[in-house]
T-cell receptor
Framework: DAKTTQPPSMDCAEGRAANLPCNHSTISGNEYVYWYRQIHSQGPQYIIHGLKNNETNEMASLIITEDRKSSTLILPHATLRDTAVYYCIVWRNQGGKLIFGQGTELSVKP | EADIYQTPRYLVIGTGKKITLECSQT?????MYWYQQDPGMELHLIHYSYGVNSTEKGDLSSESTVSRIRTEHFPLTLESARPSHTSQYLC???????????????FGEGSRLTVL
């Protein structure tokens, strides 16, 4: 599975958009981009995933560049409860193991 | 709400004891996983299973063992616990292979093990 690179930490003001970047320059054509988050030491929570097209759900938006070498997770209106570690993972559907890296620790501040 | 359950949530035991951490899911998922996570550290995959009678070791070597006799049940066992086994153990499952979202893992709340 392709490796990902994320900044170790980011801050965001409450109510503003949080934009979390991820580089995955070695991604293969059949690999998806998945995002998870982990609040405190709870089990990670699935957020969103995509292959080529941008995706949006009730939690976030996922923007994938045309060459698929990077992506951005957008939390449109961050709240204090969005403070968590966010993981970007590339995953080959129907195969492989989901490997979590170090992620980005997002701190949403009042 | 994910239908995956772990017991016990917290366990404090002495060195040398045998322990089993239970994990059950009611979603009919074929794939199940065990991750280990020390406080403030990364999650490490220690075991996974693609279905009944299938078990594989993950990327982090672990002295624990697992079994998969029933689809819904994936227990983890430590035959002789040591202080180095103190950690949080997280169980997860994922949808069947024919799904388009097999990377969507559903996690339990975790079992925090402390070995004295």
């Amino acid at each position: 599975d392709a490796k990902t690179t994320q900044p170790p930490s980011m801050d965001c003001a409450e109510g503003r958009a949080a934009n979390l970047p991820c580089n995955h320059s070695t991604i293969s054509g059949n690999e998806y981009v998945y995002w998870y988050r982990q609040i405190h030491s709870q089990g990670p929570q699935y957020i969103i995933h995509g292959l080529k097209n941008n995706e949006t759900n009730e939690m976030a938006s996922l923007i994938i560049t045309e060459d698929r070498k990077s992506s951005t997770l957008i939390l449109p209106h961050a709240t204090l409860r969005d403070t968590a570690v966010y993981y970007c993972i590339v995953w080959r559907n129907q195969g492989g193991k989901l490997i979590f890296g170090q992620g980005t620790e997002l701190s949403v501040k009042p | 709400e994910a239908d995956i359950y772990q017991t016990p949530r917290y366990l404090v035991i002495g060195t040398g004891k045998k322990i089993t951490l239970e994990c059950s899911q009611t979603m009919g998922h074929d794939k199940m996983y065990w991750y280990q996570q020390d406080p403030g550290m990364e999650l490490h995959l220690i075991h996974y299973s693609y279905g009944v009678n299938s078990t594989e070791k993950g990327d982090l070597s672990s002295e624990s063992t697992v079994s998969r006799i029933r689809t819904e049940h994936f227990p983890l066992t430590l035959e002789s616990a040591r202080p180095s086994h103190t950690s949080q153990y997280l169980c997860a499952s994922s949808p069947p292979g024919y799904s388009t979202n097999t990377g969507e893992l559903f996690f339990g709340e975790g079992s925090r093990l402390t070995v004295l």
